[in-house]
């Protein structure tokens, strides 16, 4: 088992950033791919982006691409998303998400691990 725990979250204002950290701990060596996923008040929980274990090669969805980085110190077993130039739009609830296959899932439920979240609000 991998326990995630997301921390980072707050109220900012647009323009501003902000960075959230992931902490990894459990049977960490058993998953291959770590994520990001969002949910808005009122929408759908969408994925944002998700990197190796390695750390290496990152992706990202169009909406945050330029924007936010996702990085993994292996050393720490911390996972990371970089959140700059924030807008109105990407207020929601934050999660971070692993699993033991190489696939960068859609779908939050289809990981394997997943944490309980962290608020993120900008205003403007």
């Known amino acids: 088992q991998v326990q995630l725990v997301e921390s980072g979250g707050g109220l900012v204002q647009a323009g501003d950033s902000l960075r959230l950290s992931c902490a990894a701990s459990?049977?960490?060596?058993?998953?291959?791919?770590m994520g990001w996923f969002r949910q808005a008040p009122g929408k759908e929980r969408e994925f944002v982006g998700g990197?190796?274990?390695?750390?290496?090669?990152?992706y990202y969805v169009d909406s945050v691409k330029g924007r936010f980085t996702i990085s993994r110190d292996g050393a720490k077993n911390m996972g990371y998303l970089q959140m700059n130039s924030l807008k109105l739009e990407d207020t929601a609830v934050y999660y971070c998400?692993?699993?033991?296959?190489?696939?960068?899932?859609?779908?939050?439920?289809?990981?394997?691990?997943r944490g309980q979240g962290t608020q993120v609000t900008v205003s403007s």
């Open positions: 998400t692993a699993a033991e296959s190489r696939y960068y899932y859609r779908k939050f439920d289809l990981w394997d691990y």
């Open positions: 459990g049977r960490t060596s058993s998953t291959y791919v």
């Open positions: 990197i190796p274990w390695s750390g290496v090669g990152a």
